[in-house]
């Protein structure tokens, strides 16, 4: 689990910290902080502090901060723009390194840093008549946290776009090509919990030449179905990944038949037939608007949140036998069962 840190005992950790603070160089050194709250950097509004907290305001900086890490052990988790997380209440154990690198050259070949928001990508493209990113509209976080998760919507998604990407590994900074990333539906190598967690630099994204108001045009169409099903509260996104099942999507007498034919559930559709929209636990709530969204309410905690995913999981797992898998990523130590 990112940023869970059971592992290491204190005092190997101390020595650690003490051996990483050391070889960082003195630039980068001024710009560590200790102890920052995380939740406002998520669009879930929860989660503790970063015990170190780094923000890599240029492709330079953040390779060189990941390959001292990897070298040395030190445990860290990469944040983007926090809106596929769920931050622990008791916070990140280790260094955070916020991924502020927004250099971005565009073309035909795009070449983008990951800290560059997806969708300010996609406004860029436009005003340059490059289409493919129509999909991303609506999409919050930045290219980073979209080819860990192979971002998408519409039947679209940002891996077909990728030609490659410039990594850093096993403490080396290396370019290596979209097949390295094994992306799949929601899914990348990104999201395997591989520890050391591989940091992508920057991707090389394959864009097309067409009409400005054709690209437009398609996006309107991609906000007007988001804005109609969005709940508006803060929220990670799609909590759940839909269900690749034929034979209940067949099942299901009510399903539209194009996801019957596509052999796909929605999880939103599994919750809410389980009786799960308005669902609560403390200001956690299973969104009236959308039954795959959880919503913070106002104060709600990591702990609530998680405790609520689960009540949910259970009921589709007692219902209708499907073990849903979160999209959201949980960051930290789980909550103290007791508590
Ligand atoms: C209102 C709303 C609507 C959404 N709609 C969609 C949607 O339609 N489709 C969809 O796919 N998603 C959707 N999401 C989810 C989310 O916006 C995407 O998954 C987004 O791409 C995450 O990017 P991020 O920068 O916020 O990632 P973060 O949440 O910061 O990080 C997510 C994971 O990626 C890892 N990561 C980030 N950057 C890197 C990097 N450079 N190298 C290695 N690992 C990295 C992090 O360590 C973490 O494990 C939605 C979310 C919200 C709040």
Redesign the pocket.
Known sequence: M?GSEGAIDNERFQERLKAFLDALPDSMKSDIAFGVPLSPF??LRVGGKADIYYLARERGALARIVEIAQTLGMPY?????????CISDSGVRGLTIH?GCRSVDLGEITHCD??YS?MQLFLDSVKSNLSGLEFAV?????L??????????YRD?IGHLISDVEVVEGGVCKTVSADWMEFSY?DSK??RGLSP?????SARIQLTPSNHSAIIERARENQRQ?IFK?PWYP????FFKNVNDAELAQSLPDLPVPLKMAGVVPAGYLNAACGCKGLRVGDAQVSQRHANFIVNRGCAMAGDIRRLAEIVKRRVRDQFGVELQE?V?Y?GDPPDPKS
């Not at 967690?197 to 630099?201: E, I």
């Not at 929220?235 to 799609?238: E, L, V």
């Open positions: 990112p998520t669009t988790f990469l944040l983007g723009g926090g809106s596929n997380i991924n990951t800290g997806l609506g999409i919050p976080g930045t980073g946290g979209a080819l860990a998760s192979n971002a998408g919507a998604n929601r990104l999201r967690q591989p940091v992508v630099l988001r969005q929220s990670a996104g799609s999209e990523i960051v």
